[in-house]
């Protein structure tokens, strides 16, 4: 059987598998002279406990690390939330490792690959899942003294962009945040996404319909926190997003503009979707990974 393959921290590759031996073989690697001149950070595996759990976790170290240095970080937090991270190559990651930050990651509740359980936090988003995330930090930090606590932001998508939404509303820890294709209000979500009107059923355990529902809804939304907002925020939406619309972005950037709070909303990509980080167009990708280094620049290098 051939197939093209991503294994381990390397890029796609041909691959053929012997369906007896269940063996693999590279047959041809066109992508590895990408890498040759490029640093290419190591995942290191960081397991923590938060809430009696077992919880994966990974830091990737800056290009040139040196232990005596003092690194800014980032925080990434994945969408779905029934997906998870791994030890495969991250382009978005690698090129913050090769920016010079520290990248820290994980797969807080709700993710996929443990059991049924574990994925499912129907009707509870932002309360486990935010724990643990905070938990990973608080066990990172003094893991790692060259992280300067002062100096680490989050960034997420999707139900990451949710997350970041739901943090910046529950804690001034962090020194500036991107929320990308994001949820600010489950109630919109509802009625304007194309999976609203059963998704926030399912996942919030209410029904929309209902006004103990929407209270329900209103609880689980991080707009209904967005008074408490400190943290500097670039928002990131594509004009064509149907999953996560330009609407959620707006109603974040609107109110943290209302609060006097620094932030950027930036809506340009035409013609994009929710897939713009994974299938846009090159130029479009490109001006979106700018957009992510430029903030975290202007904040994590600050004096």
Not at 142 to 168: E, L, T
Not at 183 to 188: D, E, G, K, L, Y
Not at 218 to 243: A, K
Request: hydrophobic share 40%.
């Amino acid at each position: 059987m051939w197939l093209i393959a991503q294994r381990a921290n390397a890029l796609q590759a041909l691959v053929t598998v012997d369906l007896k031996t269940k063996k693999l073989k590279t047959e041809k690697d066109w992508n590895q002279a990408a890498l040759l001149d490029r640093y290419v950070a190591q995942p290191q595996y960081f397991p923590f406990s938060s809430r009696g759990r077992r919880i994966d976790g990974w830091v990737m170290p800056p290009i040139n690390y040196d232990s005596s240095q003092q690194y800014p970080a980032v925080l990434q937090i994945h969408g779905g939330p029934n997906l998870a991270y791994g030890e495969v190559f991250h382009h978005e990651m690698q090129m913050l490792a090769s920016a010079g930050y520290f990248v820290l990651f994980c797969n807080p509740v709700g993710s996929v690959g443990r059991t049924d359980e574990f994925a499912d936090i129907r009707g509870r988003c932002g309360d486990e899942d935010y724990q643990n995330l905070m938990d990973f930090i608080s066990a990172v930090l003094p893991a790692f003294p060259a992280i300067d606590s002062k100096r680490v932001a989050v960034c997420g998508g999707s139900y990451g962009g949710f997350m970041v939404n739901w943090i910046i509303g529950h804690t001034s820890q962090f020194v500036c945040a991107v929320s990308q294709r994001s949820i600010a209000n489950f109630m919109t979500i509802y009625g304007l996404s194309d999976f609203g009107y059963y998704f926030v059923r399912d996942q919030l355990a209410a029904e929309p319909l209902s006004e103990a529902g929407q209270a329900a809804i209103h609880q689980q939304s991080p707009i209904r926190y967005v008074g408490n907002v400190q943290t500097p925020t670039l928002f990131l939406h594509s004009d064509q997003d149907w999953r996560c619309p330009l609407s959620e972005g707006l109603q974040m950037f609107t109110a943290l503009t209302d609060l006097g709070v620094k932030t950027r909303m930036v809506c340009f990509f035409q013609g994009e979707n929710h897939e713009l980080s994974r299938s846009g167009k090159p130029q479009a990708r490109q001006r979106r990974l700018f957009e992510i280094q430029s903030w975290l620049d202007q904040w994590c290098h600050k004096q």
